[in-house]
């Protein structure tokens, strides 16, 4: 049994091209052994919370893997980084829920499934839910539906599409 849960090599994250490049992290090698409490230090700007949101699975590195519980992160499609994204957001039980497009890379069986799963969270915790959209019929499921335009909310007569 590895008692080693997350695993990361080379890992590199660069942002701007040439003239602008950060080397956000250059080069990371890491284990973190199963059951331990790692604090990560450094200045501002150092890459700490670069790195964290690497091994969260909420960045996708430019070069280099991450590993956790065996799985290599890069490895997972879009529709799986969501849906771990969300799962991670719901686990705490937050009092707000704030979903950009939470269906926006899923197919539809899973776009069905997160919105339910969703819907259910929303009710059984009672938990505040904004949501953005620009699917109608997404729309219809919230209790209310508010449309902004450049910049403003507008009142629209029932029915008239989101857009």
């Not at 080397?23 to 052994?33: F, K, Q, T, Y």
């Not at 990560?40 to 909420?58: D, E, F, Q």
């Not at 819907?119 to 508010?146: G, P, W, Y």
Request: glycine share 10%; hydrophobic share 35%; with cysteine.
């Amino acid at each position: 049994m590895d008692s080693v849960i997350v695993k990361i090599r080379g890992l590199k994250k660069y942002y701007g091209t040439k003239d602008t490049l950060v080397r956000a992290l250059d080069g990371i090698d890491l284990d973190i052994e199963k059951g331990t409490f790692t604090a990560i230090v450094g200045a501002s700007g150092s890459g700490k919370s670069t790195l964290l949101h690497m091994i969260g699975g909420l960045d996708t590195p430019t070069e280099g893997s991450v590993i956790v519980s065996g799985r290599n992160l890069s490895q997972l499609s879009g529709g799986q980084q969501q849906r771990v994204a969300i799962a991670r957001a719901l686990c705490v039980k937050p009092s707000i829920l704030l979903c950009d497009e939470p269906t926006g890379n899923l197919d539809t069986r899973t776009s069905q499934d997160v919105l339910g799963l969703l819907k259910a969270c929303h009710v059984r915790f009672h938990q505040t839910m904004i949501m953005i959209t620009h699917n109608e019929e997404i729309a219809q499921l919230s209790d209310r539906i508010l449309h902004i335009e450049d910049g403003r909310l507008v009142r629209r007569k029932w029915g008239e599409p989101c857009l």
